[in-house]
């Protein structure tokens, strides 16, 4: 495992250990050790069916894990119902109670601890928090899905738990409304001080927001690392593979010098940091982010390749070119024609040899 | 809602009402007519209403069928609820099986049922037998059967199914993340019930409530034949009227009041209940 991706980070306030939780045949997560420190933005990145939301469910208390340890500033929580954990979510399809104003959707969980004399002050407070204070009196069928969207995040904070959950909360929203809402969230989150566990399947947003993305594969956990070193450094073919653009060539590890590896790949012998625990004979994958290949460079191409398609976005284009039977992603600022040959740089010192995922 | 739609729901409508209107018209008629020798003689006579409106007899039994209806209703609903609510969380393949079994007492008939209930209640049927076996009671307990007793849990029982089905059908319309979102906010379950599933589900309460208490009220046969002295009901009077008695105006005039008075009742009932926020929230979003 990679010490190195530890953040230094507050003290402990989530533990979860070993924890398993199995849906009839299909195991939804497979004995997973997580830690979220105080304060922390962590996100839970993956595809659907990884059991990134199971994992949510679990520390909500709405899933009841099958094996494992869970605890919250040490206490363990398997005995805690979820109206007495110190813990709030934010919904995917936000939840909120049709039948009740956004000030009562707000004053929700205090008017069930009964009278709390500043509870309008309160109310208005969360409701400033999100921008919408001016919309108190209305009903959630009257909102927007933004609208609807801040209401929920103000419900969810009002009480001032100690871990906030939030599900896929800006997926139903388009994407203008995503970019404004992750700023005013990763703001949100800075000011109040509260940790968040976010879930998503969208790794620009997790990117965007984290300061620790625990990557999730068939209940596993694949990463967890700040979002540079997953992006960098991806833990095996799987990350790299759903992180980004890059091409993935299949290859195996000929010699090895402490971080340093050279790998044996149809594109020929490339050298490049290698992932801990790879060793020379292993089968490996070496991962070349498009940004670390150019059609430009000095001195002699380190490959030819031929244009097999090209998709032109405007101030750039997109190029897969072919190289030995393996096509390769580059952005380039004009655009090729198909078919032509196109000499290429490799920046194999930012590439990365890494793990075959299992 | 569309011209369109609106004007494919007219012949309906037309049917609806006419069929109701006109009986109900020949009873306003009826009401006011006299009758010598056994012969019904068209005329404008307050003979009838007269007699109803001194009639404590009368007043009596339609404020038992009111409160007949009333509490028919209220015991089915406190019932209903925790079954509707079971109802729901049960696999899909269940459900159909579970709705099959719940409305197994309206296959097999009225009357048929009324006599298993005297067997099941009677001194010496099945409750008095076990209990005094057991050694819990010497005497067989005489209030099981043919009394208010034995009226209250037979109606309860026939019109449960009605009461479940609605409130089930509304329930299920609940959102369960709505329900989770309560107890996230620190609801316990007793909180989520009363603040977001029973709210969200008056619509659903409010039809189950209207069909038993109209059922029940109007309900004859069950008094009669298991409520022993305390079964009189109006419509059993409204049937010795029209058919011993044959005081025709007299029983349409009877007829007449105790459908106006369950009519008022039942209106006061759907406007408690629909004008709850909860319902507003899931039937009036427009």
């Given at each position: 495992?990679?010490?190195?991706?530890?953040?230094?980070?507050?003290?402990?306030?989530?533990?979860?250990?070993?924890?398993?939780?199995?849906?009839?045949?299909?195991?939804?997560?497979?004995?997973?050790?997580?830690?979220?420190?105080?304060?922390?933005?962590?996100?839970?990145?993956?595809?659907?069916?990884?059991?990134?939301?199971?994992?949510?469910?679990?520390?909500?208390?709405?899933?009841?894990?099958?094996?494992?340890?869970?605890?919250?500033?040490?206490?363990?929580?398997?005995?805690?119902?979820?109206?007495?954990?110190?813990?709030?979510?934010?919904?995917?399809?936000?939840?909120?109670?049709?039948?009740?104003?956004?000030?009562?959707?707000?004053?929700?969980?205090?008017?069930?601890?009964?009278?709390?004399?500043?509870?309008?002050?309160?109310?208005?407070?969360?409701?400033?928090?999100?921008?919408?204070?001016?919309?108190?009196?209305?009903?959630?069928?009257?909102?927007?899905?933004?609208?609807?969207?801040?209401?929920?995040?103000?419900?969810?904070?009002?009480?001032?738990?100690?871990?906030?959950?939030?599900?896929?909360?800006?997926?139903?929203?388009?994407?203008?409304?995503?970019?404004?809402?992750?700023?005013?969230?990763?703001?949100?989150?800075?000011?109040?001080?509260?940790?968040?566990?976010?879930?998503?399947?969208?790794?620009?947003?997790?990117?965007?927001?984290?300061?620790?993305?625990?990557?999730?594969?068939?209940?596993?956990?694949?990463?967890?690392?700040?979002?540079?070193?997953?992006?960098?450094?991806?833990?095996?073919?799987?990350?790299?593979?759903?992180?980004?653009?890059?091409?993935?060539?299949?290859?195996?590890?000929?010699?090895?010098?402490?971080?340093?590896?050279?790998?044996?790949?149809?594109?020929?012998?490339?050298?490049?940091?290698?992932?801990?625990?790879?060793?020379?004979?292993?089968?490996?994958?070496?991962?070349?982010?498009?940004?670390?290949?150019?059609?430009?460079?000095?001195?002699?191409?380190?490959?030819?390749?031929?244009?097999?398609?090209?998709?032109?976005?405007?101030?750039?284009?997109?190029?897969?070119?072919?190289?030995?039977?393996?096509?390769?992603?580059?952005?380039?600022?004009?655009?090729?024609?198909?078919?032509?040959?196109?000499?290429?740089?490799?920046?194999?010192?930012?590439?990365?040899?890494?793990?075959?995922?299992? | 809602m569309t011209f369109r739609q609106r004007h494919l729901a007219l012949p309906v409508a037309v049917a609806i009402v006419a069929g109701c209107l006109a009986p109900l018209a020949v009873l306003v008629a009826?009401?006011?007519?006299?009758?010598?020798?056994?012969?019904?003689?068209?005329?404008?006579?307050?003979?009838?209403?007269?007699?109803?409106?001194?009639?404590?007899?009368?007043?009596?039994?339609?404020?038992?069928?009111?409160?007949?209806?009333?509490?028919?209703?209220?015991?089915?609903?406190?019932?209903?609820?925790?079954?509707?609510?079971?109802?729901?969380?049960?696999?899909?393949?269940?459900?159909?099986?579970?709705?099959?079994?719940?409305?197994?007492?309206?296959?097999?008939?009225?009357?048929?049922?009324?006599?298993?209930?005297?067997?099941?209640?009677?001194?010496?049927?099945?409750?008095?037998?076990?209990?005094?076996?057991?050694?819990?009671?010497?005497?067989?307990?005489?209030?099981?059967?043919?009394?208010?007793?034995?009226?209250?849990?037979?109606?309860?029982?026939?019109?449960?199914?009605f009461?479940?089905l609605a409130?089930?059908v509304?329930?299920?319309?609940?959102?369960?993340?709505?329900?989770?979102?309560?107890?996230?906010?620190?609801?316990?379950?007793?909180?989520?019930?009363?603040?977001?599933?029973?709210?969200?589900?008056?619509p659903?309460?409010a039809a189950?409530?209207l069909t038993?208490?109209a059922l029940?009220?109007g309900?004859?046969?069950?008094?009669?034949?298991?409520?022993?002295?305390?079964?009189?009901?109006?419509?059993?009077?409204?049937?010795?009227?029209?058919?011993?008695?044959?005081?025709?105006?007299?029983?349409?005039?009877?007829?007449?009041?105790?459908l106006?008075?369950?009519f008022?009742?039942a209106s006061?009932?759907a406007?408690?209940?629909l004008?709850?926020?909860?319902?507003?929230?899931?039937i009036g979003?427009t």
């Amino acid at each position: 495992m990679e010490k190195r991706t530890e953040p230094a980070l507050s003290p402990l306030l989530l533990a979860m250990r070993g924890v398993v939780k199995t849906f009839g045949r299909s195991t939804a997560v497979d004995g997973i050790d997580l830690d979220v420190p105080e304060r922390a933005f962590l996100t839970l990145l993956g595809p659907s069916g990884c059991g990134k939301t199971t994992v949510l469910r679990m520390i909500a208390g709405f899933e009841t894990p099958d094996s494992g340890d869970m605890r919250l500033d040490n206490t363990p929580l398997a005995a805690v119902p979820p109206e007495r954990r110190p813990v709030n979510t934010v919904f995917q399809s936000y939840a909120l109670f049709p039948h009740l104003t956004v000030n009562e959707n707000v004053a929700f969980s205090l008017k069930l601890r009964g009278g709390i004399p500043d509870m309008a002050a309160r109310v208005r407070r969360a409701l400033d928090a999100v921008h919408m204070a001016d919309f108190g009196d209305r009903y959630p069928h009257q909102l927007s899905g933004g609208q609807q969207q801040r209401v929920a995040v103000a419900r969810a904070i009002i009480a001032e738990p100690r871990l906030l959950l939030l599900d896929e909360p800006l997926s139903a929203l388009d994407r203008k409304m995503r970019g404004h809402l992750q700023i005013e969230l990763k703001a949100l989150q800075r000011r109040l001080g509260i940790a968040f566990v976010y879930v998503t399947h969208d790794q620009e947003e997790a990117f965007a927001l984290s300061d620790v993305v625990v990557v999730m594969n068939k209940g596993r956990i694949a990463q967890k690392a700040d979002p540079q070193t997953i992006y960098s450094r991806p833990a095996d073919s799987f990350v790299a593979d759903f992180i980004g653009n890059s091409t993935l060539v299949k290859g195996q590890v000929r010699e090895r010098h402490g971080d340093v590896a050279t790998i044996d790949t149809p594109l020929g012998n490339v050298t490049a940091p290698v992932a801990d625990g790879l060793a020379a004979g292993d089968p490996a994958v070496l991962v070349i982010r498009p940004e670390l290949l150019s059609a430009r460079g000095e001195g002699m191409a380190t490959l030819t390749g031929t244009v097999g398609n090209c998709v032109f976005q405007g101030e750039r284009s997109m190029i897969e070119a072919e190289v030995a039977g393996v096509s390769l992603r580059f952005a380039a600022e004009a655009p090729y024609s198909i078919g032509s040959s196109v000499p290429l740089w490799l920046d194999a010192g930012r590439s990365f040899i890494t793990r075959v995922a299992t | 809602m569309t011209f369109r739609q609106r004007h494919l729901a007219l012949p309906v409508a037309v049917a609806i009402v006419a069929g109701c209107l006109a009986p109900l018209a020949v009873l306003v008629a009826f009401s006011f007519y006299e009758v010598e020798d056994f012969d019904l003689i068209p005329a404008f006579s307050f003979r009838a209403w007269g007699e109803l409106a001194t009639s404590a007899t009368d007043w009596f039994l339609i404020g038992k069928a009111v409160l007949s209806g009333v509490t028919t209703t209220v015991f089915t609903a406190l019932l209903g609820y925790p079954v509707a609510l079971a109802l729901t969380r049960l696999a899909t393949s269940a459900k159909g099986l579970a709705i099959i079994v719940l409305l197994t007492p309206l296959y097999t008939g009225e009357i048929v049922r009324i006599y298993a209930w005297r067997i099941v209640l009677g001194g010496e049927g099945l409750v008095n037998t076990v209990l005094q076996g057991l050694g819990l009671i010497d005497e067989p307990l005489k209030f099981l059967l043919f009394s208010p007793f034995t009226i209250g849990l037979v109606l309860t029982y026939n019109n449960l199914p009605f009461m479940v089905l609605a409130i089930w059908v509304s329930a299920e319309m609940v959102d369960r993340r709505l329900i989770e979102a309560a107890r996230d906010l620190g609801a316990r379950p007793v909180d989520a019930f009363f603040r977001v599933i029973f709210p969200l589900t008056t619509p659903g309460l409010a039809a189950g409530s209207l069909t038993v208490f109209a059922l029940s009220a109007g309900e004859m046969l069950t008094p009669s034949l298991l409520g022993g002295t305390s079964g009189a009901t109006a419509m059993a009077l409204v049937d010795n009227l029209f058919g011993t008695a044959f005081d025709w105006p007299l029983a349409s005039a009877l007829a007449l009041a105790l459908l106006a008075t369950l009519f008022l009742v039942a209106s006061a009932m759907a406007g408690l209940l629909l004008r709850l926020k909860g319902a507003r929230a899931v039937i009036g979003r427009t």
